[in-house]
């Protein structure tokens, strides 16, 4: 790994499209820690949880994709995070937001699939399949706590009340998931 951009120009398109997701993935943690601590402000410390959960998810995703470059040998250079939203004028607006970024990051691993597919890198193809995967119960999760949202009416403490009984902690990470570089967080 180094710590210029100039060596990810070696790259072929899936590892430069690898790289990026772990600029995707640790953008997305920061996006989270925002989400938590909006929700944290506002008394809510189970829609806090499970958003402060998904922060150390995402970021055990993009280690994750960090020790497969590592272990491949591929020289990359590790990226920035992008801008994240922290103005919110609603608790509808962050679980959208959420959704919205998991429909995103589906996409995106999909289209990494498809690269490497059309590289012919079998072995990149079946480190997404775990992602892929990961991705259906991600935007399954979020549409739920969206429909849930909505139908509480503005009434947050049912919405508490949900998320405390139906969406317990993650615990222990999930099983068959690739390793990560260092140790792993969720």
Excluded: C
């Excluded at 509808?92 to 690269?115: C, G, I, P, T, Y």
């Amino acid at each position: 790994m180094t710590s210029t951009t100039d060596s990810d120009s070696g790259l072929s398109k899936f590892h430069r499209l690898l790289v990026d997701q772990v600029r995707h993935e640790f953008t997305a943690s920061h996006q989270y820690v925002a989400l938590a601590a909006w929700f944290d402000d506002q008394d809510l410390p189970q829609l806090a949880r499970v958003f402060y959960e998904q922060s150390l998810e995402e970021r055990d995703h993009a280690m994750m994709i960090v020790r497969y470059l590592l272990d491949r040998d591929i020289d990359f250079a590790l990226p920035g995070v992008d801008e994240i939203e922290t103005a919110f004028s609603s608790p509808r607006d962050l679980v959208a937001l959420a959704l919205r970024q998991e429909r995103e990051v589906s996409d995106q691993f999909q289209r990494l699939a498809k690269v490497a597919r059309d590289e012919d890198d079998y072995t990149g193809e079946q480190f997404l399949q775990w992602f892929i995967q990961e991705q259906v119960e991600e935007v399954a999760k979020m549409s739920t706590l969206l429909n849930v949202v909505d139908r509480a009416n503005g009434n947050l403490f049912d919405v508490e009340t949900f998320v405390a009984r139906d969406m317990p902690g993650e615990g222990e990470g999930s099983q068959n998931a690739p390793a990560t570089a260092g140790p792993s967080v969720s």
